[in-house]
């Protein structure tokens, strides 16, 4: 990439400006972009202006700046995050009409747990999760899960950095968290009672995906009372073993009779069985305009 | 932004690599990077580098790319795609649990509908909406109900491009299409009868937001049967007021007793009552490595 005089590129400008936006800060006048993101009030201008005419930032009246409808329409052909989210979406959906709570899906991102899908209640339990949103790998039962599966030097480079503490359940010290994570690889899952909120209780399982290999955490957040916890942790784990076979099937080779149908469409899209046998020969306008 | 001698902006090359990729076209190797975005080799090697070290690309072990997930969690503050979502979600899931086929909810992106959810069942009937795909105007319920609204010069833009023939049912003719739309503002709804498939009928209704302007179609695709379709639009009309409610109170100022809980949160995020109440207030770990 071009390199402007001061070694920066004008891609890590770029990033600069969609950073200054956070899930709390979504809209953002040119001089708060400018102290968010760093950038002379000038080349915030200059760089904004052209983010604009790309879509991937909209002016609004007020002359706040949003991030683009565009950009988000390009995330949507991420399979690692879009795709998996639309592949297990009909288990999550199939567990939240059982739960009434909080159903939602989280990946390893970093040192932390990102949320792909949260689907909620509307008087279900307070939860802090959002997708989208980030979580510490300590904290929270899906991050519990992805942690437990990492290895040791992963652990110990967790262990090492900020284990913030939420609540007085909050597990912060290395060792307790080392029985905690022993605990969670025998069980097959994760119990965070009140570890984020004293209200809230979180469940978690790992998802396994190709070559076993644990792409995700899948977990309900429910009161934090003396409920039976073993049905809903049942529950979850026919989820997530579901959405494993969906998985495999998504990506195993296209000519193989366990393949899923919907040929290039099967690693982003899930929709009915005959939508998907119909996607890959589908009828599309070209498109010249884009 | 920096330009190279050829005169393109090093942020137009970002946007030829991201657009390079499309919904059944989520790996790509070098190669085929190349040819897609139109750049040379050489520099589509040198900037497929750098979006790597941003997490916007994410190399596979077959030495393919795909989009990263970290460009999926950036658009995930997109308050216009995702926000939208996350507010009209739960009443979506509302109408999906009582139709159990598709229920969808798209925008007006350019001269075409951008789908920002799909909620389907196994068995539905088949669909080619995608989320984060685009549809033609004239030939999807929910275009046709955001075309009905546009004013004249749009829609005269509108019938003046490719009018793509789905099926037998697909309306082209621009008079057709003038008495279909004076239909559809009179009606308030719109129904397609097999006009993209001809075994499925779509059927939508405009969604309002502040000032009253339309910001969404809400949809429903069905068979294409004799089933009556009154009680399904009765269904999606009350969604609709409904998700306009929640709008209204996501974006009246917080010091309204109408505004909705959960401070700078409202415009993203939609989370049960008691979560929108803990948000703006609730412990949030420092992130110094982002």
Known sequence: MARSSGGRSALSRVMQVFTAFDVDAVFLNISQ???????PLATTHRIVAEMEDFGLLERQPDKTYRLGVRLWEIACRTPGALGLREIAMPHLQSVQSRVRQHT????????????????????????VTLVGGRLPLHASSSGLVLLAHADDE????VFSGELFRYTEQTVQSPDALRRLLQKIRRDGFAIGNGFIHPDARGIAVPVRGV????????????PNDDAPTLP????????????TQDLLAAYT???DPQSAPGGRFRQLVSSSADSMEYLPTAPRPTRAGR
């Open 104 to 127: 939602q899906l989280g990946i390893l991102e970093g040192q932390e747990v990102l949320f792909l899908e949260r689907l909620s209640a509307r008087d279900a339990v307070v939860n």
């Open 211 to 222: 070559n076993d290999t644990i792409v995700a955490g899948l977990s309900v957040v429910v």
């Open 253 to 255: 080779p296209p000519n």
């Open 232 to 243: 809903l942790v049942r529950l979850l784990q026919g989820a997530s073993a579901a959405i």
């Open 154 to 157: 992963f652990q110990h480079d």
């Open 33 to 39: 972009l400018s102290v968010r993101s760093g950038l």
